[in-house]
């Protein structure tokens, strides 16, 4: 069940004033030096203390999105209480504090949860640089968009758009930063108003005057992996008469088929733009709230690859261009499978990886 998202002067009157005040109340009382003190102790000792690592962690995000909602009245309060903050100047200071933000909530995902990022092969930062791009990636596990925007901005140098679904902005500090950067939320078709946009609709706005920083960052698989919908994308191809596409899907065993309206949209729009495919492994399998409880402190080490494709290089045709974006998906299963971390994998090592360019949290 989703609960229906609220107005917006809701989520701004009350939700936001909610979390700083919870923020007031959690520093002072007891609860949260126990919290600093079980911290602690998770930290130096081994073992799961998931219990612990929960708390901690939850009270930590209230914290840091408190902190953001704070730090983002400041700036509405220069910008003349709103009158300037879509400028490009307060444009790019919402990107610093975006930047800012990214690097201290994975800083702490780090220490608390023990997991750990590498990027192998990813010629994103030479390649494209100077150029627009699209990244189009696969969607599995909790937390794949927040690594890829943190990517994006502190290790790539790029402002993200983004295409997320509209139930994130139940989160205060995500309602408020990402709506004044450029983003889209996109509400479920079964939800959607009548003469809402679309998906392709919305990402081609998205794409429009995309500058030489920015970065377009979609999901083409419209969610995260489960096999349930992997079945459901194939029986739909089925349904539509494309065969050979349903027949290229069934051999896609670790993602779905991907939907080709928003990224050819974005391409269309953007015709300047690179585009890298990225693939991760690490976090296929917690699919549920009980998955991620299993797995506490996860003790991941999460590994992504990005192919980049020049912008001469990307077909223009419609027909070539889907082709061309399911062959790439292929890519990324086959990927997926050969380097996918067995069940019973032990706590990472601090090992280098072959061909690597980029490793941090």
Not at 25 to 32: A, D, I, R
Not at 108 to 121: G, K, N, P, S
Not at 298 to 318: E, F, N
Request: hydrophobic fraction near 50%; charge should be neutral; charged fraction near 25%.
């Amino acid at each position: 069940m989703t609960w229906r998202l609220p107005p917006r002067w809701v989520r701004r009157v009350v939700l936001a004033p909610a979390i700083v005040a919870l923020a007031v109340l959690l520093v002072p009382t007891s609860l949260m030096l126990i919290l600093l003190v079980l911290g602690a102790v998770t930290w130096a000792l081994p073992g799961r203390l998931r219990v612990s690592r929960a708390l901690w962690m939850a009270s930590f995000y209230i914290l840091w999105d408190a902190a953001c909602l704070v730090a983002l009245l400041g700036l509405w309060i220069g910008s003349g209480f709103g009158w300037a903050i879509h400028r490009p100047a307060f444009e790019r200071a919402h990107y610093r504090l975006a930047r800012r933000m990214m690097q201290v909530l994975f800083w702490q995902v780090r220490w608390t949860l023990r997991l750990r990022i590498d990027i192998v092969d990813a010629d994103l930062g030479t390649v494209l640089t100077g150029q627009p791009v699209v990244v189009a990636s696969r969607h599995a596990g909790p937390g794949d968009s927040f690594i890829l925007v943190h990517a994006l901005l502190n290790w790539f140098d790029r402002e993200p758009r983004i295409v997320l679904k509209d139930t994130l902005q139940w989160d205060p500090a995500i309602d408020v930063l990402l709506n004044r950067l450029p983003t889209q939320f996109i509400t479920p078709r079964k939800a959607r108003r009548d003469g809402a946009p679309g998906l392709a609709a919305a990402v081609g706005d998205l794409a429009e005057g995309l500058g030489p920083r920015g970065a377009l960052l979609i999901f083409p698989e419209g969610g995260n992996f489960t096999p349930r919908r992997r079945r459901a994308r194939i029986d739909a191809l089925r349904r539509e008469g494309r065969d050979e596409l349903a027949v290229q899907a069934e051999q896609m065993t670790n993602v779905m088929a991907p939907h080709a309206g928003g990224v050819l949209s974005a391409l269309d729009e953007a015709p300047d733009a690179g585009v890298v495919f990225v693939g991760h492994t690490g976090l296929d399998r917690l699919v549920t709230v009980h998955d991620i409880w299993r797995e506490l402190p996860m003790d991941k080490r999460i590994v992504m690859k990005g192919w980049s494709v020049a912008p001469a290089d990307v077909p223009r045709d419609r027909d070539a261009a889907e082709e061309w974006l399911f062959a790439s998906w292929l890519r990324i299963d086959a990927w997926i499978e050969e380097n996918e971390p067995p069940a019973d994998e032990a706590e990472p090592t601090d090992r280098p990886v072959s061909g690597q360019t980029a490793s941090s949290t």
